[in-house]
């Protein structure tokens, strides 16, 4: 169908190169989107949108036959952000480099990294420890039980990784929770230094002398700080600039609204007797997006109410 499309129209326009046609799902319905040369646009109308609307009725016809719902649309070319060559560094600092190998290699974050956006470098602790027996651990003054994290190897590795503009994160449960807000935040740095935590904790002075903020994933003790890392590396990864698409991230919009995702159903229509609520089946867009907007309040005020009286005033009752 974009192919089809793309041809139509590149043979109607004046710079044909600048022509392209991109598919966009909003609502169970694709939409065509149609970007070209400000000066071809009439062309593409036509006198009284005879030629778009000859186009949109070859285009009813084609996808009907697929069952499938499709519209055409005109935007204005995309405008040249000024993201390009904007890139996110992150290093982390850990004594499991083996855990990061895996979780950052796939999917949007593997995708950020070959695109240059995210420049992400994974450091053993131990290769900073200095003594024979490379040791990066004592037991802690006063006794108790575990180990500690001596501050040498760690003074060691943030001098030599970490420069001026590093934000220099500890991993811990006693920092500070880590939420969608925190993640905003993060995302506007440069560059940001993740040390992980291990054992019963780090000594202090490397609290008071290296760290900038402590972050905690949330109540709960991991064996190391490894995935609170990971974590922070995936949420923030997704907010830089140019890494979601135009379709990913307008979606996440209104998602970050700081109400609860609303249910969300595919083909088939039915399926072992369970069936989708008939408005999404309708085609009548504005029935939907109330019923959408009335489910995410619905759920966030059963599952989460909480969330109404947070972040945004939007969310309040009225
Ligand atoms: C978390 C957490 C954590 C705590 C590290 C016990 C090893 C462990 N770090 N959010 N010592 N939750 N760290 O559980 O950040």
Request: charged fraction near 25%.
């Amino acid at each position: 169908m974009q192919a089809f499309l793309e041809f139509v129209v590149k043979g109607l326009v004046q710079h044909p190169d600048e022509a392209t046609v991109t598919p966009v799902e909003r609502n169970g319905m694709t939409i065509y989107e149609l970007r070209m040369n400000p000066a071809d646009v009439g062309r593409v109308i036509g006198r009284q949108g005879v030629t778009i609307n000859a186009i949109r009725s070859l285009l009813l016809a084609g996808s009907a036959r697929h069952g499938l719902r499709c519209t055409l649309d005109i935007v204005e070319p995309r405008p040249r952000r000024s993201v390009r060559g904007f890139a996110m560094k992150i290093d982390v600092l850990t004594l499991f480099p083996a855990m990061f190998a895996g979780p950052l290699e796939v999917s949007i974050v593997q995708r950020a990294r070959t695109a240059g956006r995210l420049h992400l470098q994974i450091h053993n602790l131990r290769d900073y420890a200095r003594d024979r027996h490379k040791s990066v651990d004592d037991k802690p003054f006063g006794g108790g039980p575990g180990m500690v994290l001596k501050p040498e190897p760690l003074f060691e590795a943030v001098e030599a990784v970490a420069g001026d503009k590093t934000h220099v994160v500890l991993m811990t449960p006693v920092g500070r929770r880590f939420d969608q807000a925190l993640a905003r935040e993060l995302a506007q740095r440069e560059e940001l230094l993740l040390i992980c935590g291990s054992y019963e904790g780090v000594d202090e002075r490397v609290r008071q002398a290296l760290v900038d903020e402590e972050i905690s994933i949330g109540d709960y003790v991991l064996t190391n700080g490894g995935l609170p890392a990971m974590v922070v590396i995936d949420a923030v990864t997704r907010l830089l600039p140019g890494v979601l698409g135009d379709d990913e991230s307008s979606r996440d919009e209104s998602f970050s609204q700081g109400l609860l995702e609303y249910p969300q159903y595919t083909r088939p229509a039915e399926f072992r007797g369970m069936k989708v609520p008939e408005v999404l089946l309708s085609g009548h867009h504005a029935e939907i997006e109330k019923w959408r907007a009335e489910q995410a309040r619905l759920r966030t005020e059963q599952r989460r109410p909480d969330l109404l009286n947070e972040i945004l005033p939007s969310n309040r009752h009225p």
